[in-house]
């Protein structure tokens, strides 16, 4: 088959006005005829946008086989319209935006900026409940040499729409109190389908639904029904690692691990429940159980609860207990407030520490929260975390009382460099702030959870921070490899020392059927000890949904 190109050529009749059309960049070859009337009739249309409203095109001519010539005459560009207007109907202070000569009867415009300006003017009025309202100019009238004159006309219907129903499809159990106070989508709403859309998308940030397609309107003579299209979403989680190192006293294999087991939106109230039972390399066991019930009464106010009984070998138990109140701004940002209690005893039959001592404390609790999805990435899908929390309060031994202060902070971010390379970056760290200080009241970190490459929760510190840092390369959508570079500073105001630590290793994630597998290879060492093999740590874990 033979398929002749054609050439367009297009003409000012004068040099200045070709210029002005080739700046124009149009199209000049072409597969048949037709196309070429359809370049010509697009390029007059930018010409009126352009200000040459009075444009003429004189003809399209064939100069020979495979070559058209089309010629304008473009006369006169305008380059202000002044527009006159009802300012009962618009307010002044939109068009304020968007021009900055704005009068009781007219504004002045950039003829360039008519068509966006009425596109403006029109979603402004629409988020009013009008969703029907069309923006048009009438009587465009010359007013000299370079300016036109215009009137606006607004036609709009004279009921304003408000949603009168929602309608959940494919997810009709969805907790109705996450509408009101989470996407802040409600009955009796002034109806505007953009700002719909736009709170309807943070449904995509619960780990308990998902969006299956884009709400849709139904609109009847009296009643404005909005439907969301929804489906549940496996939320439940298991998470749990084993990891392994070489005891330096003995130069025995010895095992650590965790199992965290997260119950989300059973009960299809929005409600969480987490068990984590944590065994440590030094005989310490941490039990945690954690709930939290969203939106009590149909209120934004939310209840978490959570008690934690922690054992370090027969030296001493801590139990901490604590009720807070939450409430969601919106599906990024959360704050806290409430009580914790927290009770320490000394099993030691005989005390060898004076620095272990029964102790009762309490504290008021304030906290709060940022979390940023990003749901397109199955291997990290939190881009963002920040997390603060101050505790103010007192701790009571036997005979006295003593004010204390806590300052807790763990944040992330994960620098995107492109789609398959990224940087990770987190900070832990925590500090105590009293008179005096005792052992079973210190902070406890190190692992995978705070500096790799050290036993978990083997430091004990009055103060600690910890910077983890990852270059990560994505093979594919279910594999990554990553390094490790953390380096950590604590104080420890029993034993007056401050040290620095340091870990280095690799690792790799692995998106399997049965969940995410993750292996990490890490080296620990103070800052001036020497590297040693036997001090690695090899942690391994899967976290499965369910």
């Known amino acids: 088959m033979f398929c002749q190109n054609l050439h367009l050529e297009i003409n000012g009749i004068s040099d200045y006005e070709t210029s002005v059309i080739d700046s124009l960049n149009y199209q000049t070859n072409h597969k048949d005829f037709n196309s070429i009337e359809f370049e010509v009739d697009s390029i007059q249309k930018i010409l009126y946008k352009k200000g040459y409203i009075e444009n003429e095109l004189k003809g399209v001519i064939k100069k020979n086989d495979s070559t058209f010539n089309a010629q304008f005459y473009l006369k006169k560009k305008f380059y202000t319209i002044y527009i ?35 596109n403006y003017i029109n979603s402004k009025i629409t988020e009013k409940g009008f969703p029907f309202t069309k923006s048009k100019l009438s009587n465009i009238n010359v007013k000299d040499q370079q300016n036109l004159t215009a009137d606006l006309i607004i036609e709009t219907t004279d009921n304003k729409r408000t949603i009168n129903n929602i309608i959940i499809k494919g ?10 106070h989470y996407l802040k989508i409600k009955p009796k709403q002034i109806f505007n389908l ?9 449904l995509n940030d619960l780990k308990f639904a998902n969006q299956t397609k884009s709400p849709e309107v139904l609109f009847s003579k009296d009643s404005t029904s909005l439907y969301l299209y929804l489906e549940k979403a496996k939320s439940n989680s298991f998470d749990g690692f084993l990891g392994f190192g070489t005891n330096e006293d003995t130069n025995n294999l010895e ?24 065994s440590d390399e030094n005989d310490q066991q941490t039990f945690k159980t954690d709930m939290t019930l969203p939106y009590l009464f149909k209120s934004p106010i939310g209840v978490d609860l959570q008690l934690q009984i922690f054992k370090k070998d027969s030296s001493f138990t801590t139990v901490n207990q604590f009720a807070k109140l939450h409430y969601q701004i919106n599906s990024k940002h959360k704050v806290y407030a409430g009580i914790i209690n927290s009770e320490s005893n000394n099993l030691l039959k005989e005390s060898t520490s004076l620095n272990i001592i029964d102790y009762k404390n309490s504290y008021y609790s ?3 929260e940022y979390l940023k999805i990003q749901n397109s990435n199955f291997l990290f899908p939190i881009n963002s975390k920040f997390y603060i929390e101050t505790n103010f309060g007192e701790r009571k031994l036997s005979n006295t009382t003593q004010k204390q202060s806590q300052l807790t902070i763990d944040a992330f971010n994960i620098f995107n460099l492109n789609v398959k390379n990224s940087i990770y970056m987190r900070f832990n760290g925590a500090t105590l702030i009293s008179d005096t200080y005792l052992e079973n009241e210190l902070f406890r970190f190190g692992g995978i959870n705070s500096i790799r490459g050290f036993e978990e929760n083997s430091l004990f510190s009055s ?24 380096a950590a500073y604590f104080e420890n105001k029993t034993l007056n020392t401050k ?38 740590k090899i942690h391994i874990s899967l976290t499965t949904d369910f």
Request: neutral net charge; glycine residues 6%.
């Open 499 to 536: 040290e620095k630590l340091f870990g280095y290793g690799f690792g790799f994630g692995i998106l399997t059927k049965a969940g995410l597998f993750r292996f990490n290879y890490a080296n620990g060492k103070l800052e001036n000890q020497k590297f040693k093999l036997s001090n690695s």
């Open 194 to 202: 953009n700002d719909i859309k736009s709170k309807t998308e943070n």
């Open 463 to 486: 103060l600690y921070g910890s910077i983890n840092t990852e270059y990560r390369l994505q093979l594919s959508n279910s594999i990554y490899i990553h390094s490790i570079t953390d």
């Open 171 to 180: 997810y009709e159990k969805f907790p109705r109190s996450y509408l009101k």
């Open 84 to 118: 006159y207007y009802d300012n009962v109907i618009i307010d002044p202070s939109i068009l304020s935006l968007i021009s900055k000569n704005v009068y009781d009867a007219y504004f002045e415009l950039k003829f360039t900026e008519v068509e966006n300006t009425l």
């Open 366 to 368: 304030f906290a709060y």
């Open 255 to 278: 095992f650590d691990g965790y199992l965290n087991l997260n119950l989300t939106n059973n009960l299809n109230f929005g409600e969480s429940f987490k068990l984590l039972y944590k």
